[in-house]
C-alpha cells in the first residue's frame, strides 16, 4: 500500500462568516472516523496561519532564519491527513471525500516516496 499526503489549501485570512466551523469539524471528523474504520487513516493535522512559520535556509555555509511563510500567496497548507491506499484511484476516494466536506477548498493528493 501506498501512503499519499492530502493537503488542504485554504485562502489566507479568516474563514467567512458565513461558514459554520463547528459544522464543518463535525463532518470532518465523521469522514476521519470513516478513514479510521477501513483502515486507511495513518495521521492528521491542522497547521497555524502562515504568519506563524519560520524558515530555515542554509546559502553558501551561512544559516538565514527568517520569520514568515516560504512562499508569499493568497492560499496556504492549512492541514493536511495521510492515508495508506491501494492505488491514485483509493486515495482520490477519500480526497472527494474531503473535498465535500470542505467545499470550495482544493485538497491536492500526492504520494509519498518509496
Known amino acids: ?33 470513516e478513514m479510521q474504520a477501513a483502515g486507511v487513516w495513518v495521521f492528521a493535522a491542522g497547521l497555524h496561519p502562515p504568519e506563524t512559520a519560520t524558515v530555515v535556509k542554509v546559502a553558501k555555509g551561512d544559516v538565514l532564519v527568517t520569520d514568515g511563510p516560504f512562499t508569499e500567496g493568497r492560499e496556504h497548507l492549512g492541514g493536511f491527513t495521510v492515508i495508506e491506499a491501494e492505488d491514485l484511484d483509493a486515495a482520490l476516494h477519500w480526497a472527494r471525500k474531503v473535498a465535500a466536506v470542505l467545499e470550495p477548498l482544493s485538497i491536492e493528493v500526492r504520494p509519498f516516496q518509496g
Open 1 to 33: 500500500m501506498t501512503q499519499y499526503l492530502l493537503s488542504i489549501y485554504q485562502p489566507d485570512g479568516p474563514p467567512p462568516a458565513a461558514v459554520d466551523l463547528e459544522k464543518v469539524m463535525r463532518e470532518l471528523q465523521v469522514v476521519t472516523e
